[in-house]
């Protein structure tokens, strides 16, 4: 093995004797930790030694839990003794909230809500708050006591009504074909959105004939049909008319109360047959039924 190796690397004699050393050494390098470890593991371990370890171990614990046992907004908040006294979550400062046993934080998200003009009128505003958690709530509620503020009625004057405010008082009626969203909007249940949907609606069919048309805009039911229908009037005279002995597509494009296909017909049975004289002629239309010409009555003329 020897004679090969020289052979093999062209070591001389003392360059192997060197490279057999330096091998011997990494070697007794190697198991050395190994070694000290059997010497040192006979070293017998005291009860004392034992103890201390497991007080070591203790501290850890107690530690990590003390680190945890509170969090506020996801970040580690130290335990604190809390102390339990009656107050009024409307008064009380940083320290007051402090010692009830928030954080510094959680007692600074609530005075930055009162300083923006957040109140707590019930104890259930306090259970409300983020910076409270249930358990934390349930805790403090029985010391909660919201006092009402002092209101001063003395330079309150009772107002006096005279005949033309009663007057004014009273609901507008409104005539829905001229009305504006302004005007629309004064509709006691009427908001702008019912306002400007009700005037698109409006704009497809022509204008509208009788009141009950206004359940057709979206999302106005009879519920609010009802609650709106004493404060408006129509008038009819203002709808807009289609003479059909004229009529194209385009102009029935949009709306609601006849589809592509009808129109179509109407104005091919037209061209076949000539001018329509009125509505009776319409029924000589096959694809159109009396509950379509009954609906379109209003809006048509000859």
Known sequence: MKRWLITYFSFTKREFNGLMVLMGLILLMMIFPYIYGLIKSEEPITEADELAVLKLALEDKQKIAEATVNKGNGKDVAKKKAVRFVFDPNTIGQLEWERLGLSARQARSILN???????????????????????????????????????????????????????????????????????LDKIKGIGMAFANRIVKYRARIGGFYKKEQ??????????????????????????????????????????????????????????????????????KVAILNQETIDRLAAYLEF
């Not at 592509?260 to 037209?270: E, F, G, S, T, W």
């Open 214 to 283: 206004l359940m057709e805009v979206f999302g106005l039911d009879s519920v609010k049909y009802i609650e709106i229908k004493d404060q408006i009037i129509v008038d009819a005279s203002k709808i807009k008319k289609i003479n059909i002995n004229t009529v194209e597509i385009d102009d029935f494009k949009n709306h609601p109360y006849i589809r592509y296909k009808q129109v179509n017909a109407l104005i091919q049975y037209r061209k076949q047959h000539g001018k329509y004289s009125n509505f009776a002629d319409l029924n």
């Open 113 to 183: 809500y009162r300083a923006k003009g957040g109140q707590f009128r019930t104890k259930e505003d306090l259970r409300k708050m983020y910076t409270i958690t249930e358990q934390m709530y349930v805790q403090l509620e029985p010391y909660v006591k919201i006092v009402p503020p002092n209101v001063d009625y003395s330079d309150i004057k009772p107002k006096a009504y005279t005949k033309s405010s009663l007057v004014k008082a009273k609901s507008e009626i409104i005539e829905i074909n001229g009305a504006d969203t302004i005007e």
